[in-house]
């Protein structure tokens, strides 16, 4: 299986339950490991033929930054449907770190989504 591996990217976003949390902008770290529609090989160095990693980037910044959200899941949503209909990915694994309760390291979600393949009529 190929994959592409986005570590770490930090973004910024207003997101948390109470008012005062969505108050100021926090970072979060968001994972992303994205399945191409095609095998490398397939690819034959063309990068009209894979997923470019640094329009994923800064598509990921821009939808964070867009609105407020209340839940960490909503945005793991919300990136795992951008990256399967605007960038073409036959799969993606979506994980989002937050730094918010003094306690931990981070509390964090993981969503993993593909694309459906239609079934023919019977």
Known sequence: ????????????????????????AQEVEIDLRIRPARNFAEMQDD???TVDYAAV???VSELAAERPR????SLAWEIGEVVLSEFGAASVEVEIRKFILPETR????????????????K
């Open 57 to 59: 980037c800064q598509r």
């Open 47 to 49: 990068i009209t033929l």
């Open 106 to 121: 981070h509390v964090g979600v993981r969503r993993s989504c593909s694309k459906e393949i239609a079934k023919p009529a």
């Open 1 to 24: 299986m190929s994959e592409i591996i986005i570590d770490s990217l930090r973004v910024k976003t207003w997101i948390g339950v109470p008012d005062e949390e969505r108050s100021g």
């Open 70 to 73: 209340r839940l960490i899941e």
